[in-house]
């Protein structure tokens, strides 16, 4: 290849081995990166040990709100705790409650809650559930 004055023609292209270089690293980061915020979305947002998912809600007045939600756990010998709530017409939250789900020998149990709220409740609703259960709902 002939050498072209710079200030006259501007900067010599790249040969085409050195684009096919670049692309193919592009390329292999572009993949990788792919890779690794797929891992991160499955290790996040994948199965998880526990879930608890809304049965179904009962108006009892205009201040309790009775949930039924059903709990799955890996292991069900650990006990778990559940947030249960009740929201408003406009969305807010107007209760919320801790619920201790005892261990058992089932993978899944459906429990029922009452909650209270400050004003009118139209729903209820499970916030979630985790294991990292509070001592203060661990009997002693």
Known sequence: MIERPAARYGRQRLNRRS???IAAILSLVIVAAGVALALVAYQRLGTSEIKGELGGYELMDGETV???ISVTRQ????PAVCIIRAKSIDGAEVGRR???????KQATVQVN???????????????????DVPSYLVAP
Not at 98 to 104: C, G
Not at 113 to 131: E, H, I, M, N
């Open 75 to 78: 292991d069900p010998s650990r």
């Open 19 to 21: 684009r096919r270089r």
């Open 66 to 68: 009775q949930v039924t």
């Open 98 to 104: 801790e619920l201790l789900i005892a261990p058992s």
């Open 113 to 131: 809650a009452l909650v209270k709220s400050t004003r009118q409740a139209v729903v209820g609703d499970v916030y979630g559930c985790g294991f």
